[in-house]
């Protein structure tokens, strides 16, 4: 599938909840996009463009947290980011783990360095650092 | 006494932890069996249980999580024991000193016997620092 | 009495079985440093890990079943000191006779340091070594078959001789068993129950240190772990000569050479081959192995 | 027969690192597995934020040694993209020519370990001999044995001298016998395939799911290489190919590494042959406000290193995601029905590293909550017999 295809197609099943675009460089782009389309999004990129869902990475931006779900499409060798902005103190969204598994862990990660709860993610017991690590203390947030 | 002593000193079977370390010096302790630089002339094996073993090498940062699990490896350790803290994270943590997750330096929670500084130590530098571990033996006694 | 005490404690049981044992303890570990390209520990090397396991402190876990845990070392090495002094009378000394039926006395104490490793992983508690355990059962059912089964070879062969020193003899005058087809075949069948028997790679799941960390001995320590290493050092001993006696003339001091070959055999064996798991194991001795032994004993009533 | 949990570690001569599966097995048979990170963990993402950008370099190369250069590289590629920079020729040639030599002492590793646990000793030693030669060209080249300090943002931090050049092609191109000599060994040893041909298979669709990368991916056929997909430093002057294997078992992915040796040795020498002179660093003086994102193919797959800067003098947040985060979750799926002697051999074949998945994740895999029941199992040992069968009848 062709560069262009892709963000086209991205565009039109977004429609008004895209909120930014950015054509970094050949190989990198960056969408923003409100976090009630993510799971459609990445629904498309993973079993239409063939993306392969590389990881993700949490931000936090004092006043909010940013996520970044990166996927790689690796027969053109194309990165993509999907931004999505979550005001504090809501820090929720949806879980991808209905999409593909490999979303299990860094969920877990995110919510145990961020504190960010994934939706529909069965979240076993609250198990940070150790065992006894306090709760309610997220290593990576700035507040 | 003195073959007691030599027995000791000639035959170390030593048992690897790691503790949060980069990996560096764990693989170069597995170097050290290997066949340049062959440990085993001076009778160093690496064992598997802990019961087995008469030295403990300790590498890494020493983390939170890990601090409750060496202390109970070091209880069940059949004594007399040493314990050897190999690369400059578990001599004084290193580069990641300021790392919230391993505030502990080793040598405050196990009875550190030598120390092996570098990053990683060399495998030479290991063996060195056996041999001066088993100096220090024989002028004890 | 004071003969057999002699016998049994000094010459040639334990004392003699034990320096022989660690001698080819060491010629194992260098022979295989320098298939490595290492260069391997000095000669004491074997001598110094017992001694230095004799002044370790000895641990009882707080699960196991101490009596147990604490004598099944003693039950597997009293037995192979006994086998050690019966397989080196009739070898050695000309006046012995042994007495009807010894074979089958080896036979049985021959599986007693295997039971004694399973007594003593059970009686630890810990689960690996219950695993150990298991996995040591499974091996010694898969092994036991065909090793009785070929040791019937040179019994038929020999027309029914049940002692060491009778069989000797008869190979003496007749030839040994392996130079023939079938005495060959079994002999072979031997080598590979011996390799599982010493519990040395292919075989050696019961205690692979990767896979469940030393299995069988995780709990172990101090002279209790020693105990089990001298054991293994004189079997290494013992059953290569109890297949020297069997098939290949017996042994003088003089024919050192066989044991030297058999005991290279081992070790090559050993470096050659990755450990396999237990139910190929299994499959090998009651498949393959059973089927060769079989094969031996149908040969050897041929009179092949 | 009643149910058993084995405990593998944390402290365990499976792994040179600490990690803790819990394998729930029936008889011989594991029927669940555990896996608790968190013993290696050091929180490197937090501290990255305390450092500047020139000690993140140096502190990313500790984050696990075996990788010791694809953090790095991976780092400074993402500095190079958050600036739009491209470094100097000559230093582009300097890091590709140090992360190959970085994957032939890797690989070596791994198949030396493999045969550790294999219970090969013999294997064990030899792949660590042919390795020394390679860590000697290291610590000629850049002075330590491991952490080799070579990346900088925007270039190469240290030259390497051409006098050296014939020697570096002369030791690796006497390797070449040696893997020969040793791939036939490792290759045709019967008890070697019996051991580890359909054991632990791992699917295409597994590989997706999971999103497995490197030579874990392309041993189950799956054709990706950050190295040939998205091109950076040398690697697009330099011909080579990517090598996938289709079995996806523990011997498929012996033989992709295996292979990968080769490849990694002829592009060494390319290297050294084509590298042009010149200045090796771009000078760098200060990093705007912006994102970058940098990718590498460690030996063990792909790095993703996400670096964010707010103008100031280090990372305003650095993620980093190594490749044994993707492929150590695959466990669950590629262990399960198989033995526990097999159940090691599994567990080390994706080469983990959990030194690079720790760095800062923390991760309970609890399942007790889904665990299997009989049908699934059931299901899960015929779907494996099914492939099984159907490769032997190809």
Redesign the interface.
Known sequence: MKRETIIQNIKIRSGKDLLDFQDKSKNRIYFTVNKTILPQIAKYLFNDANARFSTASGVDTRKAVEILYHFAVDDIGLFISLRVILEKPNLEIDSLLGLFKCAEWIEMEMHEMLGVNFKGHEDPKHLLLKDDWPKGNYPLRRD | MSLRLKALTKSIWVYHMSTGSCNNCDIEIIDMLTPRFDAERFGITLVGSVRHADAILVTGSLNLKAVPRIKQVYEQAAKPCVIIAIGTCSCGQGIFKNGPNCPNPVDSILPVDIYIPGCPPKPEAMIAGIVKLIEKLNGKK | MTQLLFNFLIFPGFLFTVVFGLAACWIDRKVTARIQWRVGPPWYQPLMDIVKLSIKEITIPKTASKELFFFSPMIGLSAVTLVSMLVWLPNIDPVSKGFSGDIIVVMYLLTLPAIAVMLGASASGNPLASLGASREIKMVMAYELPFIISLTVPIIKSHGLLRLSDIINYQAANGSFAASLSGMIAFIVMIFCMQAKLGLVPFDASEAETEIMGGAFIEYSGMLLGIFKLTKAMLMVVLPLFLITLFWQGFNFLSIWKYVILLVIIVLIRNTNPRVRIDQAMRFFWGKMTLLAVLAVLLAIKGM | MAR????IG?????Q???EFFRLH?DG?TVVDIDIEL??????????SE?KNFDQVA??VE?????C?TSHPFAYVNAID?LL?VKPPERALYIRTAIAELERIHSHL?WL?LA????????????A??YR?PVLDIFERVTGN???YGMMKPGGARRDMLEEDFPWIKKTLKDLIPKLDMFKGAIMD?P??R??TEGVGVLTKEDA????LVGPTARASGVN?DIRR???YAAYDKVEWQVCTHEGGDVFSKAVVRILELYQSINIVIQCLDKMPKGPIDSGIKDIPPGEG?G?HEAPRG?V?H?I?ADGGNSP??H?I?APS??NV?SNKKAVIGE??????IILAAVDP?Y?CTER?????Y?T???MMDGQDLIKLSQEKTEKIKNKLGR
């Open positions: 058993k949990i084995i405990p944390p402290y365990h001569p499976l040179e690192e600490p097995v011989e968190g013993y290696n963990h050091r929180l490197v993402e937090k501290i305390s140096f502190m500790r984050i696990c040694g075996i010791s993209d739009g590793l030396g045969g550790h646990f294999l219970g090969y000793n013999t294997v064990w030693m030899w660590w001999r020394e044995r491991q952490n040893d008890v070697i019996m051991r997706r799911d999971y999103g990706i997909d998205d091109p994102i990718r792909e993703v996400y964010m305003a947040r993620k995601r985060f993707m979750a033995t526990i002697s097999d159940a090691t590293c030194c800062m994740a923390v991760v309970d609890k007790g909550k889904k």
